[in-house]
């Protein structure tokens, strides 16, 4: 178990080692810093941008550059955002924690909806009220998010509900993309192992529909709707960055899309690092879930 | 043929629409007729500056599509090479290429998206903005292709046909151009008819947030940016055409895949 946890965790954090050099050469190497448009201001002087320059470090050698910048941010100092001109961590963390607020609830509320819904209408497939959810389903999914979020906004605005602010809103667009989805996979997995010899012994013995359903059928079809917990986080991540940003919530979103229109690098670094991370850690929770529901995981490793 | 024909009409229609089918020039403003609703003139109303809706989006169709296309193009270009190559000879180049797309499959598309584009300059004049935004999607979006071909050759290499035709004293080259690469077309068809849509999502996401094409030339996403002013979303629906004209083409190419599925697996 340690073993099989120090494994992921080194895989994770070489991943993430490998994720800050790229960018940080992609954003140094690239046309144009932070003081290009100060440059273009005739009233500040040539050498007020040097002595800037200088102060944030940006006249040295690139690879001096990234060990000063990785031995501080080990420590959790992300640098100075020049944009704000305060650390970028402190810039970083309440913004963090609003956007995994959002993903979490986001993330309990779809799982909550879509694992009983998913059992049900598998359990009574080619019902029309199956095919009618699965309808409903399909053409929920055909409707990406950057149509959805608006058309929601709309709803709220005539419905007066837009008043509520808070995390209301931007939790039902964000579910509402990520349900039909969960709900398809829910499905399909259980219908799988429904037609198992298992599951016909397990009704010829007369074990009752629903500890069937639950008890015997759901844990059989747990493995790849884990392992999707942790690839779907990545598509969650993204559509909330959009979500926070139509919806003014104040996650990681808005302040990346600030970052990257002013060439912030310290401040594009630290998201950058940081939805990596998120997405590190989503994977590895589904790892260890993994190993905590499958015996054959254990066993093996 | 017949409902694929149409199909792909649409879709050639639409990216040779600019200047046939457009009433006006996307940029002309009609000051004194802003946000006008939808008239025997303005055949889908008027926006802020008073630029005729209908040419607008007959126009961004043309840039949203050749960029989404121009991306797919990319995309799988730069997948094509390393994957095969991988796949095909093993060893330390495919270790390197598989921990290259690890990496970039380690971040949210999206942020990812974002972190590419902040590399490039933003004030860009619109065809070299075209230009930047096509490198910029098909190059975040090779990493999966890339693996899933890599995979493919692999398991190619070692058919049986494959290792007859080595054995008559066959090229890498030769295997691989006659051997090996038409059996992934299937394979790069499907990958293509998933990023397409996918891409011309990510477009309309990028101009939505401002960092793609910007004003005064119409992409759909552009267009779509002014709905994040609540007062527009709410008072002039006419405003929504873009999102409706992105939905239709979703539709309408999800539409030909499954056709165009159906008729190969059928023959």
Redesign the interface.
């Known amino acids: 178990m340690v073993r099989y946890l120090a494994r992921r965790c080194l895989h994770a954090f070489l991943l993430l080692a490998a994720v800050s050099v790229a960018t940080f050469l992609l954003l140094n190497l690239a046309p144009g810093d932070y003081f290009d448009e100060a440059r273009l201001n005739p009233s500040i002087a040539p050498q007020t941008i040097q002595a800037l320059r200088h102060a944030h470090g940006l006249d040295a050698a690139i690879a001096v550059r990234y060990a000063r910048w990785a031995r501080a941010a080990l420590t959790g100092d992300f640098g100075t955002s020049v944009a704000y001109g305060m650390p970028a961590a402190r810039l970083l963390l309440p913004r963090c924690r609003n956007t995994l607020l959002l993903t979490t609830v986001t993330l309990l509320v779809t799982w909550c909806l879509a694992l009983p819904l998913g059992v049900w209408s598998a359990s009574i497939r080619r019902g029309w009220l199956d095919r009618l959810s699965s309808l409903a389903g399909t053409s929920m999914l055909a409707v990406p998010d950057v149509i959805l979020a608006p058309l929601l906004l709309l709803a709220a605005a005539r419905s007066g509900w837009l008043s509520l602010g808070g995390i209301l809103l931007p939790v039902v667009a964000l579910t509402a993309g990520a349900f039909p989805i969960l709900l398809r996979h829910v499905r399909a997995t259980m219908l799988e192992v429904l037609g198992e010899p298992f599951v016909l012994a397990a009704r010829g013995f007369g074990v009752p529909r629903q500890r069937l359903l639950f008890h015997h059928i759901l844990p059989a079809a747990a493995n790849p709707l884990i392992s999707l917990l942790g690839l779907s986080a990545g598509s969650l991540l993204s559509s909330s960055l959009l979500i926070e940003v139509l919806f003014g919530w104040p996650g990681l979103g808005p302040l990346f899309l600030e970052a990257v229109g002013a060439h912030d690098a310290p401040l594009v670094l630290g998201v950058v690092l940081l939805s990596a991370s998120l997405l590190a850690i989503a994977n590895l929770l589904a790892d260890l879930l993994l190993y905590a529901a499958d015996p054959r995981i254990r066993r093996t490793s | 043929m017949t409902i694929r024909a149409w199909i792909l009409m649409f879709f050639l229609a639409a990216l040779l629409a600019s200047g046939r089918f457009a009433p006006f020039d996307p940029a002309e403003q009609h000051r004194d007729s802003a946000f006008q609703a939808p008239s025997r003139t303005y055949l889908l109303g008027t926006d802020q500056y008073g630029r005729d809706q209908l040419s607008r989006l007959l126009h961004g169709a043309r840039l949203s599509l050749v960029c989404a296309a121009a991306a797919t193009a990319i995309a799988l270009a730069l997948a094509i090479l390393p994957g095969t190559m991988a796949g095909f000879y093993g060893g330390l180049l495919d270790e390197l290429l598989m921990?290259g797309t690890?990496?970039f499959?380690?971040?949210?598309?999206?942020?990812l998206l974002?972190?590419?584009?902040?590399?490039?300059?933003?004030n860009l004049p619109p065809e070299t903005t075209l230009l930047v935004l096509s490198a910029v999607l098909g190059a975040v979006g090779w990493a999966r292709p890339a693996r899933l071909l890599r995979g493919l050759v692999l398991s190619l290499k070692d058919r049986d046909f494959v290792q007859a035709a080595r054995g008559f004293g066959a090229s890498d080259w030769y295997l691989l151009r006659v051997h090996i690469l038409p059996q992934t077309m299937s394979v790069l068809k499907t990958q293509a008819g998933l990023l397409f849509p996918q891409f011309v999502?990510a477009e309309?996401?990028l101009s939505?947030?401002?960092?793609g094409i910007g004003e005064p030339a119409p992409s759909w996403?552009s267009m779509?940016s002014s709905?994040?002013d609540?007062q527009v979303?709410?008072e002039y629906w006419w405003m929504?055409a873009p999102?409706a004209a992105?939905?239709l083409v979703?539709?309408l190419w999800?539409f030909l895949i499954v056709v165009t599925s159906d008729s190969t697996s059928g023959t």
Not at chain 2, 114 to 122: D, F, S
Not at chain 2, 208 to 211: C, D, E, I, T, Y
């Open positions: 921990r690890e990496l499959l380690a971040l949210p598309w999206l942020y974002l972190a590419a584009r902040a590399t490039l300059p933003l999502l309309a996401v939505l947030l401002g960092l996403g779509l709905l994040r609540l979303l709410t929504g999102a992105l939905l979703m539709f999800n």
